[in-house]
């Protein structure tokens, strides 16, 4: 078993900044992929960014350049830095583990971007 623990989000006005964070903890394994989703209302859970533990990156091209991933291998954390934020990138964000067998889910937390 994983646990996620995330932490971070909020309200923040428009071109504002967030951090999120995402704490692991139980059998984790050497090679995983870790990564955010966001799941806005009325729409389906989206990819926002990944990052493997080789360090390993990708983002969806709506965040590309404004968001950065990165993780410590050796605390089992990973933070998500949100820059430039835009109303559209309100939603609840949530922080994914996963093997090749396994995949596990944090409990979301909520991202809220208005004037």
């Known amino acids: 078993q994983v646990q996620l623990v995330e932490s971070g989000g909020g309200l923040v006005q428009p071109g504002g900044s967030l951090r999120l964070s995402c704490a692991a903890s139980g059998s984790i394994f050497r090679f995983n992929v870790m990564g955010w989703y966001r799941q806005a209302p009325g729409k389906e859970r989206e990819l926002v960014a990944t990052?493997?533990?080789?360090?390993?990156?990708n983002y969806a091209g709506s965040v590309k350049g404004r968001f950065t991933i990165s993780r410590d291998n050796a605390k089992n954390t990973m933070d998500l830095r949100m820059n430039s934020l835009k109303s559209e990138d309100t939603a609840v964000y949530y922080c994914?583990?996963?093997?090749?067998?396994?995949?596990?889910w944090g409990q979301g937390t909520q991202v809220t971007v208005s004037s």
């Open positions: 990052i493997n533990s080789a360090y390993a990156t």
């Open positions: 994914n583990y996963r093997t090749s067998s396994t995949t596990y």
